[in-house]
């Protein structure tokens, strides 16, 4: 359950953040109707205000149930750890602690671990049975689910190997087709 509540808490930062920037940057370009005691006494004394902070209150509490998910993904720790390792560095994504079958990614961004206000966490969870347990901020953790499918989806062969099992392959096909020619010639 905190780590609900520092969820929510982080994410009403957040919103009282970016009403004292629309606010300072109102009053820097000269658009701001009111004057900075108007605006927090509006903000602080009348109902519109009160309503203001009480849906800010109610949506940062709500945050957590659908800013965040946890996403199970088709890929082996064993096999596919180059690939998921790639998705992470491809999204801006560092190795951070790995205990007891969950390793945890962070933004490798300063600027970015501080938009995000320290919620830059994306956990793996090594479920054993083929399967890994994605979990942190929704956005974050589907466009990572994607590029790993992706990434498992087109892993590359190697060219020798892939060519050598086409020559097999057609091989025995020419041979199936002389096995038939030779069989129909006896007839």
């Known amino acids: 359950m905190g780590k ?5 808490i982080c994410y009403f930062i ?3 953040a970016l009403i004292i920037g629309i606010y300072a940057l109102m009053w820097v370009t000269g658009t701001a109707r009111v004057s900075t005691e108007a605006f927090w006494a509006e903000l602080f004394t009348t109902k519109r205000g ?4 009480c849906a800010v209150f109610v949506v940062s509490l709500l945050y957590p ?3 965040f998910v946890r ?3 088709k890929a082996s720790v064993t096999a596919d750890w180059e ?3 790639r998705a992470f560095i491809v999204a801006g994504y560092v190795k951070g602690d790995s205990v007891g079958g969950v390793t945890t990614f962070r933004v490798s961004s300063p600027v970015r671990r501080l938009i995000m206000v320290g919620d830059d966490a994306i956990t793996v969870t090594d479920n054993g049975d083929g399967t890994i347990t994605l979990d942190g901020i929704r ?6 689910e994607f590029r790993i499918h992706s990434y498992i989806d087109n892993k590359i062969v190697d060219p020798v190997e892939e060519h050598f099992e086409r020559a097999t392959q057609q091989a025995e096909v020419v041979e199936a087709e002389v096995a038939d020619t030779d069989s129909a010639d006896k007839k």
């Open 14 to 16: 957040k919103i009282v």
């Open 50 to 53: 009160v309503l203001l902070w």
């Open 83 to 85: 690939e998921i390792y």
């Open 139 to 144: 956005k974050e953790v589907v466009q990572i």
């Open 65 to 67: 149930l659908y800013g």
């Open 71 to 73: 996403r199970t993904v």
């Open 4 to 8: 609900y509540f520092k969820r929510a």
